[in-house]
């Protein structure tokens, strides 16, 4: 595997947020305690860490019965002995989406186990922990994934389900159709370890949440990953004070949020999540479904809508919180909270969509915890496999210049695809123009140097439209070439598919079927805590 660095600032749609937090740019440090760089801070992080003890035997319990459930590895047995007895944990966590979901989720793993690793080198013992976010409720964003063919074009593939609808997606049971989409993957990707593991893991009346679990156990049992399955609800018993908090303190952590979103955007950053005066950080179960609580008035004579029916007083929700707190689950500002409550965690790692969640999560820590968790980006690559790269240097392009959009792509292949003699006789007209126009200038000047300014614009209209023509013959060739067009399409579904990273539109459990257990170490190599470019793997 060959490694290339690509910069985020030339990735599309990153966002002037996550540029400047991996820069650390002075501008970004209000909103994040710590630098992206764990070494250099790992050390006294973990002094902040503060874990009860009987806590961490309560959720040390948790989580060998959970890890057992999935026949997790001896060496994932191992790191809950080594959590049991004193160790921090490095988290990451993803939706349950089918089949393992995008490939980044597998990213997020690896990336975990590498800080982890890092972190214990240094002196302090850690573990990875996998959250399953298995009671998040959008079910259309895990229940399908897309997988390329043979010729190169994305299939994707929809799992049918049965539940209610709005429900936790952990609750959501894979119905008797789970055996032939697994028979469409498998079609798909070939007779191989990977798929296998499919077979074993994803079948009739297994849910989601567990179906992933067992998965991830299989694929990473050499790699001792701990998973935690947020919904269980022991883990909501254990994490009953946080639930409470943040109604008792409602208020004061919507106003917080309010003037956090305000100083963001003064210091010219986006808000990730939208927040009102009205907002509360917890979810609860309505009939099955996942419903946000809102907030209506302030102080004691505060009311609380439950559902477009309920409405329950402060006291009366702590009360219920209190009695049944399996029936509540934290929003994406409240997450990390809550995650750090359950574990001692020592960093988080996540995408751009996190990093910029933990700027306006940082007022709920320091509200509820004392203590803001410091996030670290995870690996991010683009693999590009042989055909591919093949395909690259056949038309002499880059992965940036894919980056553009497949329209512009076309026109860049096709371009570049133009019969040598016209693509000659483009570059001699440029050559000629350049070299007439300077003779010109030059002449002009000596003449009248009022004219020069004119000269320019002249000459910058009369580049424009040769450029213009030499666009015109490449749509011209594109739609007369069949081949290049298809290579065009073949190169954007590989790479940027659905105008997105590859990682994000693309299963992982693909570049696991066709390039087996390898790949994860590979892609464990390419994994390092100093670099948080965006890495282009050719394979």
């Not at 999540?273 to 102080?299: C, H, N, P, W, Y």
């Not at 959009?405 to 026109?411: I, N, V, W």
Request: glycine letters at 6%.
């Amino acid at each position: 595997m060959k490694a290339h660095c690509l910069p985020f600032s030339q990735i599309p749609h990153t966002t002037r947020l996550f540029t400047d937090f991996l820069a650390y740019s002075p501008n970004i440090r209000p909103f994040y305690p710590r630098s992206p760089y764990i070494a250099e801070w790992v050390k006294e992080e973990a002094g902040k860490v503060s874990y009860d003890s009987s806590r961490r035997q309560r959720v040390a319990a948790i989580l060998e019965r959970q890890n057992r459930s999935w026949n997790a590895s001896p060496k994932t047995l191992a790191n809950l002995d080594r959590f049991r007895n004193g160790a921090a944990a490095v988290v990451t966590g993803q939706q349950v989406g089918l089949f393992g979901g995008p490939a980044f989720a597998i990213y997020k793993a690896l990336t975990a186990v590498k800080l982890a690793e890092e972190a214990s080198n240094a002196g302090v013992e850690a573990v990875p922990i996998f959250w399953l976010a298995t009671y998040d409720h959008d079910l259309a964003e895990v229940n399908q994934i897309s997988l390329p063919s043979s010729d190169g074009v994305l299939q994707t593939l929809s799992a049918s389900t049965t539940g209610i609808p709005g429900a936790p997606v952990g609750n959501v049971k894979l119905t008797g159709d789970i055996s032939s989409v697994v028979d469409q993957a498998v079609a798909l990707l070939g007779e191989t370890d990977a798929t296998n593991i499919l077979r074993e893991c994803y079948c009739p009346g297994e849910s989601l949440g567990t179906a992933f679990a067992r998965l991830y156990t299989r694929v990473f049992a050499d790699w001792g990953v701990i998973l935690l399955d947020a919904s269980d609800a022991e883990l909501a018993r254990v994490a009953e004070p946080i639930y409470r908090a943040s109604i008792e303190r409602s208020e004061e952590l919507a106003t917080a949020l309010l003037e956090r979103g305000k100083q963001l955007e003064a210091a010219g950053y986006h808000q990730q999540v939208k927040v009102t005066e009205s907002s509360v950080l917890l979810f609860t179960e309505v009939d099955g479904t996942r419903t946000a609580i809102q907030r209506r008035g302030t102080g004691e004579p505060a009311e609380f809508l439950v559902d477009e029916h309920e409405k329950l007083g402060r006291s009366e929700l702590i009360a219920r919180i209190q009695s049944h707190p399996e029936r509540f689950s934290p929003n994406v500002l409240l997450r990390p909270i809550v995650e750090d409550y359950l574990l001692p965690t020592l960093v988080y790692t996540g995408g751009a969509a996190e990093t910029a969640y933990f700027a306006q999560a940082g007022v709920v820590y320091e509200a509820l915890s004392g203590r803001v968790t410091p996030i670290v980006p995870r690996f991010s690559a683009t693999i590009v496999e042989p055909k591919i790269q093949r395909l690259l240097e056949k038309h002499d392009i880059s992965v940036t210049d894919v980056f553009a959009g497949p329209e512009a792509l076309r026109r860049e292949v096709a371009a570049r695809s133009l019969p040598q003699d016209l693509q000659a006789a483009f570059e001699k007209a440029r050559h000629a123009f350049d070299s007439s126009f300077t003779t010109l200038k030059e002449k002009l000047e000596k003449l009248d140097r009022t004219l020069v300014d004119a000269a320019e614009t002249s000459r910058s209209k009369m580049q424009h439209q040769l450029e213009k023509l030499h666009s015109q013959a490449a749509r011209a060739e594109a739609q007369k070439g069949e081949l290049v067009s298809r290579h065009a399409e073949t190169l954007s579904q590989a790479l940027y598919p659905d105008k997105g990273l590859q990682e994000r539109g693309i299963g992982g459990i693909y570049f696991l079927a066709r390039y087996g257990g390898d790949l994860l170490r590979q892609l464990y190599e390419s994994v390092h805590s100093d670099c948080h470019d965006h890495q282009m793997l050719e394979l």
